[in-house]
């Protein structure tokens, strides 16, 4: 098959792109950004080529395949339909890629990507795996079985894949511009749950979680005892994380996560509740697991003489609290300062107290301006990154030409963090930094 994707810069693009080409496909892209992004390495890796004008004249064989920030307006797609290709949405076609794969689904609000990614590593060392991860990663081979998707539940696009096994990490208010509330958050993982041909792995010990019903085989993991799955006897140092997982009251193995923070404890049992699922010896488990080293943008650090930056996709209030956390395990004895991009108004408005709570627990942070390519601002006039700054103790504006105003914390560490791109933010930064 040919495809064409437009958008395939995008973090979830870039995977569906070298999971095609992988596959045996022909694959062809088209981004409007001409900047370098992180999920570039994928593609330039395989050699896909990348058109960012309308130069490209795809043959009547291939399928069009758009992003979801692309709109049905944009002068591509309007060119593309006038050719009369085949279109297919983004989910569509990932939805019709799980119905021919052994598929484990990893949804939830938060940990999506790196449990996906470790439980990936783990079945593709053991078995052979597929994998679509959020980070920009995919892989795919014919002879794979099993295919591990990371399943966002923006707009209800999770309910498009049909899973074998689920896992669901938590379930948090997101994504308000597509859902009501809380409950019909729940509602829709529920459906998902209820979608699920074979088991579901679920951290029991969050409440939104345990209202999920389903007649389906159910296995729990988490801190509290009444879990299937345990992590016990937890050590967070500045040097990582090991604690002991019990399996059904039974010792099962001790791990040295080389990650910071208890939610990474918490990704990583959701990891090995599939493996056992899985029938995957303990040892692999333990091996991958141990030198495990993250995903992409996920608390990713780079050291530029005394200052750390760390760029974290953090952009939710509790995600920003992981991340804090995870800093001050790391560097208990360095001031942390948060950079926050905020993406989309009606997150910012919703979460708008949540959001000022965790980011006054920072030694200093600062706001950007929040952007956003799928929300009007006009139709959000008293939601602002100023509005969100009066409520922050200790906090400022910063906008990446006002970057000196970092100058006072060369010393500490700095965590960058956004869903939206604040790599030129970072790189601004760094360039200051090396005058």
């Known amino acids: 098959m040919k495809y064409y994707l437009i958008g395939i810069k995008g973090s979830g693009m870039s995977a569906l792109a070298g999971l095609l080409y992988d596959l045996g496909n022909t694959v062809v892209g088209y981004d409007d950004g001409l900047d370098f992004k992180y999920t570039l390495a994928g593609l330039e890796k395989r050699g896909i080529e990348i058109y960012h004008d309308s130069s490209f004249i795809p043959s009547s064989d291939f399928i069009v395949c758009y992003s979801n920030a692309i709109k049905e307006e944009h002068k591509e797609i309007k060119r593309l339909k006038e050719l009369n290709l085949k ?99 729940i509602k829709n993982f529920n459906i998902l749950a209820n979608k699920t041909s074979d088991n579901l792995v679920l951290c029991g010990d969050l409440e939104n ?68 699922l899985y029938n995957v010896p303990k040892e692999i488990i333990k091996e991958v697991l141990d030198n495990f080293k993250g995903a992409n943008r996920r608390f990713s650090e780079t050291h530029v003489k005394n200052t750390i930056i760390i760029d974290d996709y953090a952009h939710h209030p509790t995600e920003i609290m992981a991340t804090l956390d995870s800093a001050r395990q790391k560097y208990p004895n360095k001031k942390i300062i948060g950079v926050f991009l905020p993406n989309t108004y009606s997150r910012t408005e919703a979460l708008m107290e949540d959001f000022a709570k965790v980011l006054s627990k920072f030694d200093y942070s600062y706001v950007m301006d929040i952007k956003c390519d799928r929300e009007r601002q006009e139709d959000y006039p008293n939601v602002s990154s100023d509005i969100l700054i009066s409520k922050i103790k200790n906090a400022k504006k910063l906008s990446i030409d006002k970057i000196e105003e970092l100058d006072s914390y060369k010393n500490d560490v700095i965590c960058f963090m956004s869903c939206a791109n604040i790599t030129p933010v970072i790189n601004a930064f760094i360039d200051y930094l090396n005058k």
């Open 87 to 185: 279109m297919v949405r983004y989910q569509d076609l990932i939805g019709n890629l799980s119905k021919s794969f052994d598929t484990i689904s990893v949804s939830g609000t938060h940990g999506k990507t790196t449990t996906s990614l470790m439980i990936a590593s783990i079945l593709d060392k053991t078995y052979g795996a597929n994998y679509f991860v959020g980070d920009g990663r995919g892989h795919g081979d014919t002879k794979n079985k099993l295919f591990v998707l990371e399943s966002c539940e923006y707009n209800k696009h999770f309910l498009e894949y049909f899973p074998k096994t689920l896992v669901i990490t938590n379930i948090e208010l997101e994504h308000t511009e597509c859902y009501k509330d809380i409950e019909d958050i």
């Open 209 to 276: 979680v345990l209202k999920i019903k389903s007649d389906k085989k159910s296995y729990y993991y988490g801190f509290k005892e009444n879990n299937d799955l345990v992590a016990k006897n937890l050590e967070l140092t500045s040097t990582g994380s090991s604690f002991d997982v019990y399996y059904k009251n039974s010792y099962f193995e001790h791990f040295n996560l080389k990650l910071f923070g208890r939610h990474m404890i918490l990704d990583s049992l959701a990891a090995i509740m599939v493996s056992i």
